[in-house]
């Protein structure tokens, strides 16, 4: 990582709302850097000879946020994305490790890439990256990639995202094969023989649009086969981006018997229903679609009570003519990792339907548990990986102003108050918001 | 009522009086057709670009007859053989067509949302030939003419509509339409070509043909596509036409005598309609056509010429 910033060794950040859900910790304190992990949090601290300070009275001081589902689109679509810029998205987006899918060109399915791809983190990105590696070669869903390799050679998490094994059997073994690597298998879970053609949810918009639409039943199929693997095998099974109230109550009853199984959720599920379609703004198609108002209901509350884990943006970068043209013909896929933390706050947790502390940890804590990754607390010795948050300060979300490459969000024009203001990585600041 | 609005995308975006504005131009304008110079000079140095992304022989040609009708320049430009061949996106050839600076363009194109897309990227006027399984606006008005110059009136008159609802542009537009003048549909056809939610569009549901054309005053049948039974929507056109075709037998046994017959064509006969139904006493279908091209006009009129156009023609 080339930090854009360097700062001294020690580094006091002072007077801030310390938010730290792995050590419920809420607080007014101060908390202090040395050598780029945490050495202490606490009330009034006495800034040691030499340290730098942070003035965060006001701000939010949290866990380095994680997002665990992002396309970098390197090597392969630079067009769309790079190590360089879409790292610099995400420190622009409050976010200090992410991990990013394997559907690049060539596909993340050998060491090859995934040494590629640290080595361009190392010299070319600002936050932490975690490669996932493929589960099958070529994502093609039919051999297994060299999963064991992949995994020493550093990949968190194998998945074939952007498809689904089809194949129950071979994704069977997988689970099955990667089990002594303590990484867990992230499905995108999706039928394509019931999600055909489509290209919004099946409801009753796309009924009037005339739009082809994706049951809810195509997620939830794949779920229940998923969760039943995973009882089968014993393996950790994670859910990427849960769309639909019926994998919700999949999920919170497999976790209720015990079933190994995570799941995560994206802003725009969260926010967004199938009545952003009707706009005709292909920057509202993406897989799974956008759903009803009861499925976006049901999302929040498992938020909330924990069925689900973590936020995670599914950032996925595409060039404007991937996105202008015919709403069926569009790319699927919208970018996340410069918006999630701003309209998050403005509109769960300022409306009080989401608690800070439980954003907080959705964010960082419990990611980095799931994925056993270093980071996602405050506790001494931990890495210095911090979120700072001006929660009053306000934006107009313009894609203009975006680090990443490309520009295709549905939230471009909302006006939302609270937002990233520092992100730091081991200790240095990597990014901070331009003065007013 | 006066005409406001820059495009014709949707009739469900129309209130009712609109449809009627539209409705009673295109009425008086069917003298045109009658007359020995079929010529008027409403939209002399006004420019109509056809542009269809789909083949269509009866909508294109109606436009063009249309424009000609009302003195525009009428351009047809059929992307399947020009720069969409080319690998030239829609919305880039929206531009420069948009450069040639034409007064109206007429969207023909198989992905919904594609003419509001143009509308979006164009300031002139975009008229919407059919999107997808979307909207057909200019199909539902001459329908509706057709219906209130057999029937009358509108309010409280009954549709069934029969066939394959959820691919079908004119079944949408129609429903919309005709909720609006306050009839009642009922939309008809094996489950598996009726859309999800569709009572919801505010039409009732029914899986019996039988009990769908029972007391209506219009049944409006769709065409069946071949590649539904591919997709394993139906098993056959035999099983279809079977339970589906709509036979002088069933008309006489469960159809009102006054009931009327229509269909957007292309019919297939024997397979949703037989031949005696599609050309005997009940069947409107080609007063359907040529009412199309005083739809057209109507609608080239009162996006292109306004009020001022109106006067002239009359």
Request: aromatic residues 4%; negative net charge; glycine residues 8%.
């Amino acid at each position: 990582m080339t930090p854009e910033r360097h700062l001294p060794m020690t580094l006091l950040i002072r007077g801030g709302r310390v938010i730290d859900p792995a050590g419920s910790v809420d607080g007014v304190q101060d908390v202090l850097v040395e050598n780029g992990k945490i050495a202490r949090v606490g009330a009034k601290l006495a800034v040691p000879q030499g340290a730098a300070v942070i003035d965060a009275a006001g701000m939010w001081v949290c866990p380095g946020f994680i997002d665990m589902h992002v396309h970098l689109r390197e090597p392969g679509h630079e067009y769309k994305e790079t190590i360089a810029s879409g790292t610099r998205a995400a420190a622009a987006g409050g976010f200090t490790a992410v991990c990013c899918m394997a559907n690049t060109q060539p596909v993340n399915d050998n060491r090859a890439v995934t040494d590629y791809i640290r080595a361009k983190a190392e010299s070319e990105g600002v936050v932490r990256v975690y490669p996932i590696g493929a589960v099958t070669r070529g994502l093609e869903g039919k051999e297994l990639a060299e999963l064991a390799e992949l995994a020493e050679a550093g990949c968190v998490a194998f998945s074939d995202d952007g498809k689904c094994v089809m194949n129950a059997e071979l994704y069977r073994r997988a689970m099955e094969y990667t089990l002594p690597f303590g990484a867990p298998v992230i499905s995108h879970a999706e039928d394509h023989t019931l999600a055909h053609a489509g290209s919004m949810h099946e409801g009753v918009v796309s009924t009037e649009l005339g739009l082809q639409g994706i049951p809810a039943a195509a997620e939830d199929v794949m779920v229940a086969r998923d969760l039943l693997l995973a009882e089968l095998t014993g393996a950790h099974v994670h859910i990427a981006h849960l769309s639909t109230a019926g994998a919700v109550r999949l999920v919170r009853d497999a976790k209720a018997r015990g079933v190994r199984v995570t799941a995560e959720v994206t802003p725009h599920h969260l926010l967004l229903t199938e009545d952003a379609v009707r706009s005709w703004d292909a920057n509202t198609k993406m897989a799974p679609p956008l759903r009803s108002t009861r499925d976006a209901e049901a999302l929040l509350e498992a938020l909330v009570d924990g069925t689900i884990d973590c936020v995670a943006t599914d950032h996925a970068p595409h060039a404007l003519s991937e996105k202008e043209g015919e709403f069926d013909h569009a790319a699927n896929g919208v970018v996340g990792l410069e918006t999630a933390v701003t309209v998050l706050i403005d509109r769960l947790v300022r409306p009080g339907r989401l608690s800070v502390a439980t954003l907080v940890s959705r964010l960082s804590r419990d990611p980095a548990r799931l994925l056993r990754l270093p980071g996602g607390s405050l506790g001494a010795g931990a890495p210095a990986d911090l979120t700072l948050i001006d929660p009053d300060g306000a934006v107009t979300i313009d894609p203009a102003r975006f680090k990443s490459k490309s520009r295709n969000t549905p939230f471009a024009g909302w006006a939302a108050t609270g937002r990233p203001w520092k992100t730091i990585v081991a200790g240095k600041v990597v990014w901070e918001c331009p003065p007013k | 009522m006066g005409w406001t609005r820059k495009d014709l995308l949707t009739i469900r975006e129309l209130e009712a009086a609109e449809i009627l504005t539209l409705v009673d131009t295109a009425a008086s304008l069917q003298e045109i057709a009658t007359r020995e110079i079929k010529k008027v000079p409403a939209l002399r140095g006004k420019t109509v670009v056809n542009l269809f992304y789909e083949n269509s022989t009866r909508t294109r040609t109606s436009f063009e007859i249309a424009g000609k009708w009302l003195s525009a320049d009428v351009i047809n430009f059929s992307a399947t053989g020009s720069s969409a061949a080319k690998g030239e996106s829609f919305v880039d050839t929206a531009r420069n067509i948009a450069a040639m600076s034409p007064d109206v363009v007429v969207v023909r194109h198989s992905s919904s949302g594609a003419p509001a897309l143009l509308a979006r990227e164009l300031s002139c006027s975009i008229v919407n030939a059919g999107d997808g399984a979307h909207e057909h606006p200019t199909q539902a008005l001459l329908d509706l003419l057709t219906i209130r110059e057999k029937k009358g009136h509108f309010e409280g008159l009954s549709v069934a509509i029969v066939g394959d609802i959820a691919h079908s542009r004119v079944a949408r537009s129609n429903i919309h339409g005709m909720k609006k003048l306050g009839m009642t549909v009922t939309v008809a056809g094996p489950p598996t070509l009726i859309p999800p939610y569709a009572q919801e569009l505010g039409c009732k549901v029914s899986y019996r043909l039988e009990d769908a054309i029972r007391d209506v005053d219009v049944i409006m049948m769709l065409r069946l596509q071949q590649e539904r039974m591919h997709a394993g929507l139906i098993p056959s056109l035999r099983e279809y036409s079977r339970y589906w075709g709509l036979t002088l037998d069933r008309l006489a046994a469960h159809a009102r005598p006054d009931v009327l017959i229509m269909h957007p064509g292309p019919v297939n006969r024997g397979v949703e309609l037989s031949p005696e139904v599609a050309d005997g006493p009940y069947s409107v279908i080609l007063d359907q056509v040529s009412k199309g091209v005083a739809v057209r006009m109507a609608v080239l009129l009162l996006l292109a010429g306004g009020r001022s156009g109106e006067a002239q023609a009359q």
